[in-house]
């Protein structure tokens, strides 16, 4: 997969487009200036870069260089910086109790990691982060609008909340949006929609 998204970075312009992802530009009120903010799989940093102007301290994650080369090609662009670390997230070490807010934007991963990689974007939360995530769920197969090609990278609520258990789901929601995100994210979508918080140590 990662040769895949390489290669699809590598194409001219923005695979997702410059702006950040709708549903987490509607959380502003979660953030504020200098909070620390972890952005996994952030691609081309629309995000992360996104979260930067905000002001907050912002370390975008992805296994693609050429993902995080435009990401901080975009940040120069628009007046910011991200920092970035090329790495696989499954083998990462993930910091702990390390953020305030992690966000993950359509960063599926395959059912022998999923439950694990969701613990770590859990427990890489300071007491009372938050957790910004969106996905595709398992009805996405009938659009035509992105995401994972085989059903079983694709998500439900259950799973999530299951994923999360222990942690305050401040918002969960199970829809069809309609995308408009680069070239490779138009028309209606299948999504889920998560806030949740972290109570870890309180
Ligand atoms: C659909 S793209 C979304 C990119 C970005 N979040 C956005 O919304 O524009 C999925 C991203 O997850 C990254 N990714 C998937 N699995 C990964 C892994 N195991 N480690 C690091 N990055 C990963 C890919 O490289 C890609 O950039």
Not at 42 to 52: S, Y
Not at 134 to 143: G, I, P, R, S
Not at 153 to 171: N, Q
């Amino acid at each position: 997969m990662k040769d895949f998204w390489e290669q699809r970075y590598s194409e001219k312009g923005w695979a997702y487009g410059t702006e950040p992802n709708q549903f987490l530009s509607t959380q502003t009120a979660r953030l504020k200036p200098g909070m620390k903010a972890l952005v996994a799989g952030d691609g081309e940093g629309r995000n992360g870069v996104w979260l930067a102007q905000l002001g907050l301290d912002v370390l975008s994650v992805d296994y693609s260089a050429a993902g995080l080369r435009k990401a901080r090609e975009l940040a120069i662009a628009k007046g910011t910086r991200v920092n970035t670390e090329c790495v696989d997230l499954t083998q990462w070490r993930w910091p702990v109790a390390a953020f305030d807010v992690v966000v993950a934007v359509y960063l599926h991963f395959s059912p022998d990691v999923r439950a694990t990689m969701h613990r770590a974007m859990l427990q890489a939360l300071k007491p009372g982060g938050v957790l910004i995530l969106e996905a595709f769920n398992k009805n996405q197969l009938q659009y035509k609008s992105g995401g994972p090609a085989a059903g079983a990278m694709l998500y439900s609520s259950d799973e999530l909340r299951a994923d999360f258990s222990g942690a305050k789901i401040e918002f969960l929601e199970d829809t069809v949006a309609q995308l408009n995100e680069g070239k490779y994210h138009v028309g209606p979508g299948a999504v889920l929609r998560l806030v949740l918080t972290n109570l870890g140590g309180r």
